[in-house]
């Protein structure tokens, strides 16, 4: 049972355009929620994070929206630009989470000049 | 600073081979994981260890075995491998779980 979703595996949009990728999580417990970015042949790296009291987290071009009663979330990333092209995962955690974070499959964004 | 390492980047195997992965960070991180990334499946945890001297099974851990063999490392173990072990393992480390740090990954192929 997958408890973190990307429904989208690929997403095409244009430079200078804003992408909008989207999750849906299931467990009502996670309470923290991060976007990963990966490159080939590259490890994951932390992009942006919000906890479940916000509704919203800003850092430059990346901003992610939290809708608990939906819940789903959405990473906002305008204007898009060529180094954006990559893999971005979605992922979760509940009560602190040493545990380990829940991922979902991943969302291939790629920027067409 | 070098981060999350792991050691090694590829490796091929055959079938009934065992193989440890390495890993060591230089963060001071109480935390650390072993994930695999196959095809159309994310990042899924295979073993963790919230803290030196604990480990605990995650969603596949099946078929591995793990030591935390001192705060800086955490080695994953295949004792006999398989072809559905073929996959990418990430190792990844992080202070008290949130935000997660990554190494660049160990392609491996079990023939």
């Known amino acids: 049972d997958q408890q973190v979703k990307q429904n989208s595996p690929s997403l095409s949009v244009q430079e200078g355009r804003i992408s909008i990728l989207n999750c849906d999580y299931t467990?009502?417990?996670?309470?923290?929620f991060l976007w990963y970015k990966k490159y080939p042949a590259e490890g994951p790296t932390f992009l942006i994070s919000i906890s479940s009291i916000k509704d919203k987290n800003e850092d430059g071009r990346f901003t992610v929206f939290l809708n608990k009663s939906a819940k789903h979330l959405s990473l906002h990333i305008v204007p898009s630009q060529p180094g954006d092209s990559a893999v971005y995962f979605c992922a979760a955690l509940s009560g602190g989470g040493a545990d380990g974070l829940t991922f979902g499959k991943g969302t291939h964004l790629i920027i067409q000049p | 600073n070098a981060g999350v390492t792991q050691t090694p980047k590829f490796q091929v195997l055959k079938t009934g081979q065992s193989m440890t992965l390495q890993c060591a960070q230089d963060m001071n991180h109480n935390s650390m994981y072993w994930y695999r990334q196959d095809p159309g499946m994310g990042l899924r945890l295979i073993y963790y260890?919230?803290?030196?001297?604990?480990?605990d099974k995650g969603e596949v851990p099946n078929g591995y075995n793990v030591s935390r063999l001192n705060k800086r490392e955490f080695s994953l173990r295949l004792e006999s491998a398989a072809p559905s072990q073929t996959s990418v393992y990430f190792c990844?480390?992080?202070?008290?779980?949130?935000?997660?740090?990554f190494g660049s990954g160990t392609q491996l192929s079990v023939l």
């Open positions: 990844a480390s992080s202070y008290r779980g949130e935000k997660l740090f």
């Open positions: 260890s919230a803290s030196e001297g604990t480990t």
């Open positions: 467990n009502s417990m996670f309470d923290y």
